[in-house]
């Protein structure tokens, strides 16, 4: 239930403080706002600045993609640079959140 995954979700926080504290510390900072850094999902529309553009492309622009999510297919995680996106692509990326503004706009 409910609290047996609130539980399991403790004793994963607790595990990874202890494995990699200063991935935690991290993710905290950025969690409230102290790196100014996004982790966002972005899907490439059809006709938006994204569809045809390489996966290399973005990473110029010091946006990572970490994965490629597309309805009916598995996770692509790690895309190679010369990947092309295409529309319906939901992407899985991090950088400065002034790059993800630019490339969401």
């Known amino acids: 239930g409910v609290a047996e995954c609130a539980a399991m979700s403790a004793a994963q926080r607790l595990a990874a403080l202890a494995l990699r504290p200063r991935v935690v510390d991290f993710l905290d900072?950025?969690?409230?706002?102290?790196?100014?850094?996004?982790?966002?999902?972005v899907e490439v529309a059809e006709d938006g600045p994204l569809a045809g553009r390489s996966v290399g492309d973005l990473d110029?622009?010091?946006v990572r993609v970490l994965a490629i999510v597309r309805e009916g297919r598995d996770h692509e995680p790690n895309p190679g640079s010369d990947r092309v996106l295409e529309a319906g692509d939901v992407l899985i990326?991090?950088?400065?959140?002034?790059?993800?503004?630019?490339?969401?706009?």
């Open 29 to 41: 900072a950025a969690i409230g706002g102290g790196v100014s850094f996004a982790l966002e999902e």
């Open 60 to 62: 110029q622009r010091q």
């Open 93 to 105: 990326v991090v950088g400065p959140s002034e790059r993800l503004d630019e490339i969401i706009r």
